[in-house]
């Protein structure tokens, strides 16, 4: 049973929702109704999504596990180690608070989330926290017990939000990854003159096609060749690449569906690890 | 005589610096001309009536927002200008930071009111499951915004939307990866007939000619692509003028940061072939 109702599950999943994706899409304008395969995919893509999710909770409790098992062990990155759980835990924890604005307890809320300023209609701000603005009132929690009020939108001139999860993002993560990401032309210029060799005949044909692609990319390109990077540029990319890819494309979709239909039929079993 | 490999690569990385802060600080900048490419994307958009609904979705982060952010934002204004009507949704988790801000800044130009011209829905976990769902049903995949929190059917915009995404004239994705238009093509374009264009970093761009011009209407091709787009939209939009310019200015640098590729392409195979006629001989 062990291995009987995994693939069960499998294949009755797998063919719901193959035979769902080429059941009409329910279309009012056309009198077409939602069907009941479309009912069952809905289902079982909602239950992908949780899964997903899920899958994320599980990836930070085995990051954790990971790390502090190695912090404890003195691994030699331990530092970076501790930087990373930090910074998780911090990032989780101002996150989560943000989110929970309306029911988090008044001192945890207080240091842990930055009031939003709200400029009132007759000038004056009051400070506090925004939990719903709708047309006719805005919901908020405000000094001095942070109960939850309403006032009506009419008293609201504008709400400035202040976030430490945004702050963080964009004085820390964004340039960061930015940073991660541009690094990338110093290693390719330094990988063009240390690896790219004309070795073979495919090597010459990939570095010409290469050299092409990027003169035919920037302006410079046509001044530099007297107009030819851009013509060269467009054959290659609209002919040789265009026919190259959708070859790549169908086998690769070929084995996909092939792959797919062993998985659906039960043939294909690597994925309970036999 | 030194060989590339046993070379110093510092002096590669001082001279890449060297031409990209240089000539950046230079702030000289270089025009392109149109590709039939950005030419379709952006007939694509003029050709929608007004009122038509487009599902934007931002599938970035900021490791790409260099190459992605101009043409995401002058997206939003050409859609803006056209008094088409925005839903925005995000597949990657870093990416609703970039679209608040771009809509916090861009919609109030435009006056455009939240939930009727324009509605954040904010990131869908998932990936293709996730792209899945939005076509197969997009209130059961967002039962409430991600601004105000509140339920589906208190947005005109998505009251108009309904159930599944029979009401999006276009899907626009601005794409840095997985999951990005290549997931979206079966998932919504295929499945549901929804028209897509697209903008992605340059890695990305070559599959998509595989795609153009059935499965992809028009794509734009990393910064060159959004320099060409912003070109044509920014004729008629003050606000963009200075992106388009700070684009022009980069296309400069990223043309001297490929002919330094070249180059030592060129002289890595010099020194190369040099050397193995020497040790030959």
């Known amino acids: 049973m062990k291995r009987e109702i995994p693939i069960l599950l499998t294949v009755i999943c797998g063919l719901l929702v193959t035979l769902a994706y080429f059941a009409p899409a329910p279309d009012p304008a056309r009198g077409i109704e939602p069907s009941a395969w479309q009912a069952v995919n809905s289902e079982l893509l909602d239950w992908a999504t949780i899964l997903v999710a899920v899958g994320f909770l599980l990836g930070i409790a085995n990051l954790v596990r990971i790390n502090l098992k190695q912090i404890a062990a003195k691994h030699p990155d331990t530092p970076y180690k501790v930087v990373l759980l930090l910074s998780m835990g911090l990032f989780l924890l101002f996150g989560m608070a943000e989110m929970h604005v309306k029911w988090l307890w008044t001192p945890l809320l207080t240091h842990l989330v930055p009031s939003d300023s709200i400029e009132r209609a007759d000038g004056t701000r009051i400070e506090g926290y925004v939990l719903e603005r709708g047309d006719k009132e805005v919901t908020l929690r405000t000094a001095p017990d942070y109960a939850v009020t309403k006032v009506p939108a009419d008293s609201v001139k504008s709400i400035t939000k202040r976030s430490l999860k945004i702050w963080i993002y964009d004085k820390f993560f964004a340039p960061l990854q930015a940073t991660m990401f541009s690094l990338l032309a110093f290693y390719i210029a330094s990988a063009a003159f240390r690896a790219f060799r004309a070795r073979s005949v495919e090597a010459t044909l990939l570095l010409a096609a290469g050299a092409i692609v990027m003169l035919g990319q920037v302006p410079l390109g046509d001044e530099l060749t007297f107009g030819l990077a851009t013509p060269m540029h467009a054959f290659l990319m609209g002919n040789v690449v265009k026919a190259g890819q959708r070859a790549i494309i169908i086998g690769a979709s070929l084995g996909v569906l092939a792959t797919g239909l062993r998985i659906v039929l039960g043939l294909e079993r690597s994925y309970l690890s036999e | ?281």
């Open chain 2, 1 to 281: 005589m030194a060989t590339p490999r046993s070379f110093d690569r510092r002096w590669i990385f001082l001279a890449m610096g060297v031409v990209v802060v240089g000539l950046y600080a230079a702030g000289i900048r270089a025009p392109l001309p149109n590709s039939r490419y950005v030419e379709s994307f952006h007939k694509t958009i003029e050709d929608l009536p007004a009122g038509s609904i487009v599902l934007l979705s931002a599938d970035f982060d900021p490791a790409s927002a260099a190459e992605l952010e101009p043409m995401y934002k002058a997206v939003i204004h050409h859609l803006f200008q056209r008094n088409l009507r925005i839903v925005n949704v995000a597949t990657w988790p870093a990416a609703p930071p970039f679209t608040r801000d771009a809509f916090s800044r861009i919609a109030p130009q435009y006056h455009k009111q939240y939930g009727v011209d324009w509605v954040e829905l904010g990131f869908l976990v998932g990936d293709d499951v996730a792209l899945g769902s939005i076509g197969q049903s997009l209130r059961s995949a967002y039962p409430t915004d991600t601004l105000n929190h509140s339920a589906y059917d208190s947005f005109p915009l998505l009251r108009a939307v309904g159930d599944s995404c029979q009401g999006i004239a276009l899907l626009v994705t601005i794409s840095a990866g997985f999951p990005g238009v290549l997931e979206w093509i079966p998932q919504l374009g295929s499945r549901y007939g929804v028209p897509i264009i697209t903008g992605t970093t340059a890695v990305q761009t070559p599959p998509l000619f595989a795609y153009y011009p059935n499965q992809i209407k028009g794509f734009l091709g990393a910064a060159t692509g959004a320099t060409q787009y912003l070109q044509m939209v920014a004729e008629n939009t003050p606000e963009l003028q200075p992106t388009r310019d700070e684009n022009q200015k980069r296309m400069l640098v990223q043309s001297w940061a490929h002919m330094l590729i070249i180059g030592l392409i060129v002289v890595g195979n010099v020194i190369y072939f040099t050397g193995r006629r020497k040790a030959q001989a």
